[in-house]
């Protein structure tokens, strides 16, 4: 009696940790980055090359087995790198979105919206606000950032 409720007990708590989320983290880093600025002399905007600085914590987490179609389903968080805190990265305002069989992920975290693909470890952020605000001053400048993520 006592080794059945033993091997019930661990069978119980294998279904237990089962059912627990599992995630996987990235360090990724820009190394290309381009955009929008305001040119003071001129008094008009124009392209402009900027120094890639953003460097940041990915972290993946699943909530679903594969489906059907060939999705599951993840929740996504972006930390800066410097910085414990992480921020969700949603789609569409939706905590939990798709992460289909090829790696790809969109989503939006602190006004910057996201592509990744976890399968060839790159990823594309664009923030798209201050040009189209109107006011022509100032560090509010349209970017785009690509680089490489590393599995951690």
């Given at each position: 009696?006592?080794?059945l409720?033993?091997?019930s007990?661990?069978?119980?708590?294998?279904?237990?940790l089962?059912?627990?989320?599992?995630?996987?983290?990235?360090?990724?880093?820009?190394?290309?980055?381009?955009?929008?600025r305001?040119?003071?002399?001129?008094?008009?905007?124009?392209?402009?090359?900027?120094?890639?600085?953003?460097?940041?914590?990915?972290?993946?987490?699943?909530?679903?087995?594969?489906?059907?179609?060939?999705?599951?389903?993840?929740?996504?968080?972006?930390?800066?790198?410097?910085?414990?805190?992480?921020?969700?990265?949603?789609?569409?305002?939706?905590?939990?979105?798709?992460?289909?069989?090829?790696?790809?992920?969109?989503?939006?975290?602190?006004?910057?919206?996201?592509?990744?693909?976890?399968?060839?470890?790159?990823?594309?952020?664009?923030?798209?606000f201050?040009?189209?605000?109107?006011?022509?001053?100032?560090?509010?400048?349209?970017?785009?950032?690509g680089?490489y993520?590393?599995?951690?």
């Amino acid at each position: 009696m006592r080794v059945l409720s033993t091997i019930s007990l661990c069978f119980l708590a294998s279904l237990a940790l089962a059912d627990e989320p599992t995630s996987v983290s990235y360090y990724c880093a820009a190394e290309f980055a381009g955009g929008l600025r305001f040119d003071e002399a001129a008094k008009r905007w124009g392209s402009t090359e900027f120094v890639p600085r953003d460097k940041f914590l990915l972290k993946v987490t699943d909530r679903s087995a594969v489906q059907a179609d060939g999705h599951k389903l993840i929740s996504v968080s972006v930390t800066p790198s410097g910085s414990s805190n992480g921020a969700p990265c949603v789609q569409d305002g939706n905590y939990e979105m798709q992460l289909w069989p090829r790696g790809m992920i969109r989503c939006n975290s602190m006004l910057t919206d996201y592509v990744f693909n976890v399968k060839d470890n790159r990823f594309l952020a664009a923030y798209s606000f201050g040009f189209v605000d109107g006011e022509d001053a100032g560090g509010n400048t349209p970017s785009m950032t690509g680089g490489y993520c590393t599995k951690i």
